[in-house]
Structure formats: structure tokens, C-alpha cells
């Protein structure tokens, strides 16, 4: 056996048998993907601790560090957090104060108006697939065909209806109002999505617990909704990343206090007439990251398990 | 009283009948399986008594009270699925304590029946374990201690032994059999293993095509079944259903033609009824008695595979019409492939069917 062993073989590629854990050499070379993956990513975040003036020097500079004499000092830059102070508060006129830039508030709206239209969503979506998947109606396909319409027609073909709608019932530039707009935008994928979920469940176990004495809404509550908490993670999060990078309705539909972060980064660019300042940009995009980060990475064991859902013999 | 009782249930589907006319009473302390082949409509009988399947038509009464509208929940029933259908999301022991949610019963009062269920299915080791983490025997014993847990109107068992390995099926079916013993209750259980049918049932009713073709004891439907359907579905090996030309019935013996040898056998006086010309006749295979000599009415055969069971031995034989003859011989009783064989049925032993397939007996 042993003498057997190819280059390949050596270096960590061993022969794909579909059995055990794979070698070194296929692990490293999933590793550089991912990396190359991940540079642009990478690339922001260095720019948002670089100092302001190292933005578009040439030679560029790649890293905050050295590594351990590795990368020539002209390349190197010495990090400095003070590009996420200005994302807050900075100097807007030559020689006056430091003024609050209203990106507090911007952060709140997008975490509060994606948090809630999400949740929302997944509230009546998740009801709503129940009932598709388990009461069907009659022309149950077509009911559900035409609720994905409304996910196929592009934004800008019905934003000019819903702007003229939401005059009229003096919904623009409310929370309400982007907030009402975002769960209707999140709901068809919820329940397409909800509604494969329930249909991989095991009924006998729905008829068992109906006989064991339970009413319908125990059945859902009890039965059902704890088996698709993966589902219910993977909706969560997916929902939750098209609301958070949503710019079109927001930029047409918020007010100034209901602005979101993509659209005040938009007019953050746009405006002051000293051209981009692209580390201030980087450091707003740095903390947009971390909130959906963050979710996606105490979410992730579902995740895995929701996106895989029906594709593994249980 | 815990009793079942259908009356002319009739289950379709579209175009599609499941069930036909189905009548079967089961009374209390009472177990009769449902019995047939796969897709007789056998679960669906079992589905509307639980009130999982609406009927068509007809009645479901259970207890003395007509159910045919109310819902599962309602019925105060306790089943035991196929597939065991345990609650995934919850633990052994609240497995098993789920049915008993709607009684209100304390904590403590839970906890003592949810143990005293897990005793008796040796179920204690594992009550904070998953569903998903035990045994199959295990998962197998949770299913029938939920059933128990409560004191329900009737016990429903859909195929409940289908998916244990044979060892584990032949120690569940006698400990199901106890506790059934124990809880006189009405019980239907859907099998189509006739030896599980045999074995724990009082009654047993015999399914095909979504038609009950006959109830009766297992001593019933093995000695006298009804039709051809039931002499072939009982008893292993299959019976030996061969066609055969009646002549002249005198009395209760009748003259007939079996493959190629004439032969004089009793029969049921109801024969003298019949025309003369082919009919059918069952003759189980532990009912001949083969002799080593060509003595009168006996059957000519040739035996042409021998397959040794262990304390019995199955032998094929090649009629001299060219008609397949089984035959169990005890093992002591040394026969060879190509030896003559002189077969002699036994008295009583020869069950006759008419032209259209039922049993002539008075």
C-alpha cells in the first residue's frame, strides 16, 4: 500500500473515495479559493483603518503589518481607527467644528426597519406557507404562483406606483411606510421558502400528535414550527441580507429621519464637493458589515442544516 | 364499553374505491387484525376509524357513539403509526407524556404515568434522550407507550412491526400481545404478515381490493376459508389450488380427476350441489400423506426440488398432468429428487371452490 503513494498523494491530494476527511493539499487549495473570495472584503476593511492620505498612494499599501518582514516597508501602513470617529462626527466646513453626521441614526433605521420587516415577514410568511402546505385551496399552485409574481417584476418598474400610492396614504419617508414596503417585498420568498420546509415534514407525525388530542394550532406550534427552526434561520438570514442591502425603495421612499445606511452612503459620496473620500466610505461599509456578520455567525449551524434541508436522507 | 363497530364504510378517492362496504364490529378486550395484501385498503380502514380519512359513506362508531365527523382529536383514540411518527422536537419522556396533555393533569401526576408507562417498555434508561438518538426496538417500544399512556376509547396499530429486524419482531409481538392482554380495550392492527395476523389477533379480517372477504378466528380462516383468495392468502407454504375433474358424488365421497390420477376422496355433502366438469380444489401442503406404493386413489407425482426448513421439509412435485404439487413431509421422512411419489390427502382435508371462487360447505 504504502509504496503506492503518487506526488499527489504526498502533497495531500488523496484520491477523491467520497470517505473521511480530505487531506492537507485539498484543504489548503479550498483556503486560497475562499481567500481570493474574500479580498475584496479584506480590502475594504484595510482601507477603512488606513490613514486618509494613504487612500490612492502609489505604490499602494496592502497591510497594517509586515508579517514578520515579509511584505517591504513600502507597502506597509500604520492602522488608525479614526476614519470610523468621522463616519459619526467630522469637520464638514473648512475650519469649523466637528458636526454629528446623522449616521447614528441612519444605523438605527437599518437595523430597525430591516429587523422588524423581516420578522414580520417571517411571522405571516411562516402562517401563511403552514396553510399553503397543509389546507391547500383549490387553485392552491395558482394562488401561490402569482404571489412570486410580485418578485418578478424589477424594482424600478413599480416604484413609480407605489411612491404615487404611498402620497396618497401619507406613508413616504414614515417607518411605516418602508417598513409595510419591505415585509410585502419579503414575503414571497418567505413563504415559497416556509412552504418547502413544511412539505418535507412527516404528516404521520401531525396525524399522531392530532390523535394524541392536539388541536391544529397545537399541531403548528408544538410539532411543526420546532422542526424547522433551520428553515426559519436560513429565511431569517436571506430576508434579512436583501433588506439590509436594499437601496432603490429606500432612496425613493425614506424621509430624512428614515433614512438607511446605503442611502445616506450614497449621498455621503455624492456630496461636499472634495471628491470621495474613499476611508471615511471603507469605514462606513466596515460597520454596515457587522450587523448581518454578526447574525449570519450565531445562525450558521442552521444555516447549514437549512440550506441543505431535503437534500440529506434524515 | 371500548368497542368498534363499521357499518358499510366505503372510502374513495376520485374515481377510486379504497374501501368497500367494509363492516367489522371488534368488542371490547378484542383484538382483530386487518389483513391483506399491500394496497387492499387496509390503513385506509384503519385511517377512518382514527378519523384521519373521512368516510364516504357509512358509519364509524366507537364506544357506542357515531364519530363519523369528528375530528382526531375527538375521538379519544390512541394509534401506533408505521413509521412510530415520534415527535422529533421532544424528548422520550415527553414523548410519551404528550397525549396526556389534554387531561390536566399536576406535573407529578405526568411524571408518575409517563414512568410507570417507561417501566413496563422498558423505557427508563433513555427517557431524556431524542427521539432521533435511540435504538430502533426502542423507538418502536416509545411509539406503543405513548399509546398506552392514556386510557383511550380503542387501540389502533398501523403495520407496527413492519420496520423491526425478525429477531426484534418476534420479542415485540409477544410483548405487545401482554400488554394488549392487559388493558381490555377494542384493537385493530394492520399487518400483512399473516403470522403476526395469527399469532395476536382473536379475529382476523381478510382484505383485497378494499373488500373484507372474511372474518373469523385463525382457526377459522386457516381450517374453512371462505374463498380461494383466503386458502391462498393463509397458511405458508401457500396451498395447493388445483383444477380437477369432478365426476359422481355419492354421499360425501366424491370421484375426481386430480392431475391425471382418479381418486376417490370425501368430501362436504354441499358438493352434491355441484354439476359435474372442472372445478378447483385447495389442499394444504401438511396435508398429504405420502406413500411409498401405488394404492388406490392416490395422487401420481414426481418430486423434482427438495427444500429442507429445518424440522420440516418442503418438497416440490411434478403431477403426472404436469400440475405443481407443494408438499411438507416431516424431516425424518428421506425422499429424493426424481422418486416416485404416491400422494394420499387427508380426510376432510380437501376444500372444494365453485365456478365462482367460494367455498362449498353446508
Redesign the interface.
Known amino acids: 500500500m504504502a509504496e503506492n503513494i503518487s506526488i499527489l498523494e504526498r502533497l495531500g491530494f488523496r484520491k477523491a473515495s467520497g470517505v473521511g476527511e480530505a487531506g492537507w493539499g485539498h484543504t489548503l487549495f479550498a483556503a486560497v479559493v475562499a481567500f481570493i473570495y474574500f479580498l475584496p472584503v479584506l480590502f475594504i476593511i484595510f482601507m477603512a483603518i488606513k490613514p486618509q492620505t494613504l487612500a490612492l498612494s502609489v505604490p499602494p499599501t496592502i497591510s497594517p503589518t509586515t508579517l514578520f518582514g515579509l511584505i517591504p516597508d513600502e507597502y506597509v501602513f500604520s492602522p488608525t481607527f479614526e476614519n470610523f470617529g468621522s463616519v459619526f462626527s467630522r469637520v464638514m466646513t473648512p475650519g469649523g467644528a466637528p458636526e454629528n453626521t446623522g449616521f447614528d441614526l441612519y444605523f438605527f433605521n437599518s437595523i430597525l426597519i430591516a429587523s422588524v420587516s423581516v420578522l414580520l415577514a417571517l411571522v405571516i410568511g411562516t402562517l401563511a406557507a403552514f396553510g399553503f402546505s397543509r389546507y391547500p385551496l383549490k387553485g392552491n399552485d395558482t394562488y401561490l404562483f402569482i404571489i412570486l409574481t410580485t418578485r418578478m417584476l424589477p424594482a424600478i418598474v413599480v416604484i413609480i406606483p407605489v411612491i404615487l400610492m404611498f402620497r396618497v396614504v401619507h406613508l413616504s419617508g414614515s417607518y411605516l411606510g418602508i417598513i409595510l414596503l419591505y415585509t410585502a417585498f419579503n414575503l414571497a420568498f418567505t413563504i415559497w421558502m416556509m412552504k418547502s420546509f413544511f412539505d418535507e415534514l412527516?404528516l404521520?407525525?401531525e396525524?399522531?400528535?392530532?390523535?394524541?388530542?392536539?388541536?391544529g394550532f397545537?399541531v403548528f406550534f408544538?410539532?411543526c414550527l420546532?422542526?424547522v427552526i433551520a428553515g426559519l434561520a436560513a429565511t431569517f438570514v436571506f430576508g434579512l441580507i436583501l433588506t439590509w442591502n436594499e437601496f432603490l425603495f429606500a432612496l425613493l421612499l425614506s424621509g430624512p429621519d428614515t433614512r438607511t445606511v446605503p442611502v445616506a452612503m450614497n449621498q455621503a459620496v455624492s456630496s461636499g464637493g472634495r471628491g470621495t473620500d474613499w476611508t471615511l466610505l471603507a469605514a462606513i461599509e466596515t460597520l454596515f458589515l457587522i450587523p448581518v456578520f454578526l447574525v449570519t455567525f450565531f445562525l450558521q449551524n442552521h444555516l447549514l442544516r437549512g440550506v441543505t434541508f431535503g437534500t440529506v436522507k434524515r | 364499553m371500548s368497542t368498534i363497530e363499521i357499518k358499510k364504510a366505503t372510502k374513495r378517492f376520485g374515481d377510486f374505491v379504497a374501501v368497500r362496504d367494509a363492516d367489522l364490529s371488534v368488542g371490547a378486550g378484542e383484538v382483530v387484525c386487518l389483513l391483506g395484501p399491500s394496497g387492499c385498503g387496509k390503513t385506509t380502514t384503519l385511517r377512518m376509524i382514527a378519523g384521519l380519512e373521512r368516510t364516504t359513506s357509512g358509519d364509524i362508531i366507537i364506544a357506542g357513539q357515531r364519530m363519523n365527523e369528528l375530528p382526531p382529536e375527538k375521538r379519544d383514540i390512541a394509534m401506533v403509526f408505521q413509521f412510530y411518527a415520534l415527535y422529533p422536537a421532544l424528548t422520550v419522556g415527553e414523548n410519551i407524556a404528550m397525549p396526556l396533555h389534554y387531561e390536566k393533569l399536576s406535573k407529578s401526576e405526568i411524571d408518575s404515568r409517563v414512568m410507570n408507562v417507561a417501566k413496563i417498555m422498558h423505557l427508563t434508561d433513555v427517557l431524556d434522550r431524542m427521539p432521533g438518538h435511540i435504538a430502533e426496538g426502542e423507538k418502536q417500544r416509545l411509539a406503543v407507550a405513548r399509546a398506552i399512556v392514556r386510557d383511550p376509547n380503542c387501540f389502533l396499530f398501523d403495520e407496527p412491526l413492519s420496520r423491526l429486524d425478525v429477531e426484534l419482531r418476534h420479542s415485540m409481538r409477544g410483548q405487545i400481545k401482554e400488554v394488549l392482554q392487559g388493558l381490555s380495550k377494542a384493537t385493530v392492527i394492520v399487518t400483512h404478515d399473516q403470522l403476526e395476523a395469527l399469532t395476536m389477533a382473536h379475529r382476523i379480517a381478510i382484505m383485497k381490493d378494499g373488500v373484507i372477504e372474511q372474518v373469523g378466528t385463525p382457526h377459522e380462516v386457516f381450517a374453512k376459508p371462505i374463498n380461494v383468495f383466503v386458502a391462498s392468502f393463509i397458511g405458508t407454504p401457500q396451498m395447493n389450488l388445483l383444477e380437477v375433474d369432478l365426476g359422481q358424488v355419492e354421499g360425501d365421497v366424491a370421484m375426481m380427476s386430480i392431475a391425471g390420477s382418479p381418486v376417490k376422496v370425501p368430501v362436504d355433502p354441499a358438493v352434491r350441489g355441484l354439476k359435474p366438469g372442472k372445478v378447483t380444489i385447495g389442499v394444504r401442503p401438511r396435508a398429504f400423506a405420502p406413500s411409498q406404493d401405488a394404492t388406490p386413489d392416490t395422487i401420481g407425482a414426481v418430486a423434482e426440488l427438495i427444500e429442507p426448513m429445518g424440522a420440516e421439509t418442503l418438497i416440490h412435485a411434478r403431477a403426472a398432468n404436469g400440475g405443481d404439487i407443494r408438499m411438507v413431509v416431516p424431516r425424518e421422512k428421506k425422499i429424493k429428487v426424481g422418486e416416485a411419489l404416491h400422494l394420499l390427502p387427508e380426510t376432510g382435508q380437501i376444500h372444494v371452490f365453485g365456478d365462482d371462487g367460494k367455498a362449498v360447505r353446508s
Open positions: 412527516s404521520d407525525v396525524d399522531a400528535a392530532r390523535i394524541d388530542g392536539s388541536s397545537r408544538k410539532i420546532p422542526q
